[in-house]
């Protein structure tokens, strides 16, 4: 699944809070430091750790927002494993494929080698 289909990206979130789910969710999705965009991503793998409480409801909606946004032809991979430590809270770790940001440079990151020079070069990088 992660062969060949471009950029990639690493979320994690967790909460334990009344809004456990949603919460940890948008954490996984959203980096403070990363323009991400999820639209059109070629693939997902998703992994929850959560306790014995979590409710079948609860890892559904897990599953279908960080796949709400993917390509219609994305091929998504959601586990889990429960934990007696994770009562009252879950941890979602998302890897996304194929996804686009202006910060993160890839195979088909469209840049020439110029380009990526120059940019480089803006940010004190050296570019071999």
């Known amino acids: ?58 890892f559904d909606i897990i599953g279908r927002t960080v796949s709400e946004n993917l390509s219609p032809d994305a091929q998504v991979i959601i586990g889990a494993r429960i934990s007696k430590d994770f009562v009252g809270k879950v941890r979602v770790i998302t890897i996304m494929t194929g996804v686009k940001s202006p910060y993160v440079l890839g195979k088909d990151s469209g840049m020439n080698k110029e380009q990526t020079h120059r940019e480089m070069s803006e940010l004190g990088i050296e570019y071999l």
């Open 1 to 58: 699944m992660l062969v060949s289909c471009g950029v990639s990206v690493i979320g994690i979130g967790e909460a334990d809070s009344q809004d456990r789910v949603n919460e940890a969710v948008r954490q996984a999705l959203t980096h403070p430091l990363l323009d991400v965009d999820y639209k059109g991503a070629s693939g997902a793998l998703i992994h929850v750790t959560c306790g014995p409480d979590l409710k079948l409801e609860e």
